[in-house]
Structure formats: C-alpha cells, structure tokens
C-alpha cells in the first residue's frame, strides 16, 4: 500500500500529457476531444504538437509523461517518436520516467508493441472494457475478448514492465456474472493495473440521444454492487485500490495520475488537452481543426484558463487529492469541511474520517457527495487585530 508520504511527493514531479485524437471509430459513449475518418490530418497534427511542446515554457526533465486520447496506437510508431524526441529535446525524460500509452486491443500487434516499446515507452494502458461480448457491442468497442489476452501478451514480449487494464461496469445488458467475470479473466492475464469505471451517459454523445430517447441507462445501484465486488475481488488478489477507481500492485500506481492527485504540475498538448503550471489551470481549443489552425499561425492554441491561488489553490488540493485513499494532509480547507454542516454530516455517516492528520475518504462511492461539499466551502473570515 503507498503511504501517505510518498503520495505526496508527486506534488513535486514533473509531468507531461500529450493528447492523440484519432480513432478507428467513436464509441457511443464517448465524450473526449476524439475524431474519427480523419487520419489525413494526423501528420499535419503531431506537427503542431510538436512545434506547441517547442514553444512552450522550458522546464525540467520529465518524472512522468501520458499519451491519451483518443487511440494513440491508432497511429504510426513514427508519428509517436516524433512527439517523444519533441519532449525529450524541450524537457528532457527522466532516466527513470514513466511513459504510457493508451491502446486499444485490436491495435496492438507484436510488431507494433516492439516498436513503441523501442521509442521510450514503457508502460501502456489498454481499453479492454469487457470480456463479455454482448457488452462490448453495445459499448461499441470493435475488438474480442480473445484480442485483450494477445494485445497484453505481445506488451510482455516486447519489455513493458507495466501493464494496466481499463474496465467499464454498469453497462444495461451486463450481468453480475458477465461482470465477475471480466474481472476474474483480467486477473488472469496478470495486469500491474487496473482501472474500474462506472459508464455514465454524457449529453450529445449517441449513447446520451439513446436514452433520451428511451434506451435503458445504467442502474446507479447496479453499478454500486458491480464497485463493491470489483473491490473485494481485486483486494483478494493482492491489488491496493490506491484512487476512487484505480488498484495496482506494489509500487505499479500510475505516476502521472498521482502527480495530478497531488496538485503537482504537468504541461499538457494537443487539442482540448488540459494542464496546470504555476497556479494556471488551462486548456487548449477542443476542435481538431481549430488547434491546428491556430498553432500552423503562430497563435495559442489555449482556449481559457483559471488562475488556482489562495482559497481557491486549497480547495484545489482537496479536490483532487480526496480522490486518492490516502486523503489530503490537514489544511484549513479540511477544517472548513469539518465545522460545516455538509462535513459534520459525512463525518457523522462515515463517509470522511480523521485517521492521524489527514483527511481521508472511507466510502469512495460518496467521493461525489464529499466534492460537493468541498466545492460549496467557503472562504474562512479572517478577524482584523486592531492595534491596542
């Protein structure tokens, strides 16, 4: 289990998020910042995240970098070494750096994984989702349960040492049996990682216009139970839920989310990718076009940013780091929680607790509860002292 004190320390790394848009197809629930049918403009597209990571603000060396998406082993290994040599030529990586990428399972060949895994990275995370196949039709995915076993088969033979499995519960048609199973033939194929996430119905998505319409949408406490088990499952297993939804092996956490949790500071390429350095929270123009249009112009490719200072930076800090299972250190934004009437509530249900001086949540199926009641604190009033 990581302790508190090592969590912590990724408030001082160093991270880099690099966003890859291009998909062999949408999938219905999807609301990322994603294109498909538009392979033509990726060339086009690693040259402006190149020249945005050349232009940017020079820094340090790298203590972790993501590749998201979108698919980026949708694209070529060639395309993917350009925006590696761009980092390593703006920043630097880190001898010991921790460099992911998301697959998906019917894009990762042998030949494949041995080239991504010689252009530097090392970890690679795939969208597995399902073992069932009923449910990975209806979640759109275009791969087979068979193709998860291989995709993480050829990782191991290619030298990554780090391999995380991304699943999806509550999907309508899934079953406690379907579920239990996905989970028990995951582990089996003996991932470092693994993500459990709750499907949730986005606005504007296919899926959003399904039940709008009248489609069935995911039970909340279906998927409640569906957590539970992965929970108790998982931890049977020897994997440590170390966030709301993610367990690992030891000291197989993912560093570049952990840097995040941690209020630490990452730079962030690529349309509508999102970053945070020194106090700014930003993000960059979600259409395709619009991003590269405005860098091949010599423009910002940001959209908008939120300066994250005084209150505001505490809030920050309980926000993301309450997702973590260590909590967040005591601060006065814990204290506000605690003396309020929302806090003194979860307290009082056991849904946050007080374990030594930190603040943790007990019940990480509240988490949203707790996020709303850090979000509704306000500012503590600061007595003037009058001069006697």
Not at 143 to 156: C, F, G, K, Y
Not at 198 to 215: I, K, M, Q
Not at 242 to 257: A, H, I
Not at 315 to 323: C, M, P, T
């Amino acid at each position: 289990m990581m302790n508190a004190a090592a969590a912590d320390h990724f408030a001082e790394a160093a991270a880099a998020y690099v966003h890859i848009p291009f998909c062999s197809a949408v999938c219905p629930y999807c609301d990322f910042a994603v294109v498909a049918g538009r392979d033509d403009l990726a060339t086009r597209y690693i040259d402006a995240v190149c020249n945005e990571i050349a232009t940017s603000e020079p820094w340090r060396a790298l203590d972790a970098v993501y590749f998201g998406g979108g698919t980026p082993s949708h694209l070529d290994h060639s395309l993917l070494s350009r925006a590696i040599d761009a980092l390593v030529t703006r920043y630097g990586i880190a001898r010991d750096a921790e460099v992911s990428l998301e697959a998906n399972p019917e894009d990762f060949s042998s030949d494949q994984a041995s080239r991504i895994r010689e252009i530097g990275f090392n970890r690679v995370s795939f969208g597995a989702q399902s073992f069932d196949d009923s449910v990975l039709l209806s979640l759109g995915r275009r791969h087979l349960p068979e193709q998860i076993e291989t995709s993480v088969q050829a990782a191991r033979e290619a030298g990554f040492d780090n391999v995380s499995i991304d699943l999806i519960y509550g999907t309508p048609g899934e079953t406690d049996g379907s579920w239990a199973q996905s989970l028990q033939r995951t582990v089996e194929i003996d991932p470092d990682h693994i993500s459990c996430y709750a499907l949730t119905v986005e606005p504007g998505t296919p899926l959003g216009r399904s039940v709008r319409d009248g489609a069935p949408a995911p039970d909340p406490d279906v998927q409640a139970d569906r957590y539970e088990l992965a929970e108790r499952i998982l931890a049977s297993v020897g994997f440590d839920r170390y966030e709301v939804s993610n367990w690992s092996k030891l000291e197989r956490e993912c560093r570049y989310n952990l840097t995040v949790w941690a209020q630490g500071e990452y730079e962030a390429f690529g349309n509508g990718a999102h970053g945070f350095r020194k106090g700014r929270r930003y993000r960059n123009h979600r259409r395709l076009d619009a991003y590269i249009d405005r860098v091949e112009s010599g423009r910002s490719p940001e959209a908008g940013h939120d300066v994250i200072a005084g209150w505001d930076a505490e809030i920050d800090r309980l926000f993301v780091g309450l997702r973590r299972s260590v909590g967040v250190a005591r601060g006065t934004g814990t204290e506000a929680l605690l003396v309020s009437e929302e806090g003194r509530s979860l307290l009082g249900a056991g849904v946050i607790t007080e374990l030594d001086d930190r603040l943790v949540v007990s019940r990480p199926l509240m988490t949203d509860a707790v996020h709303r009641s850090v979000l509704a604190l306000n500012a503590p009033i600061v007595k003037a002292v009058s001069d006697a």
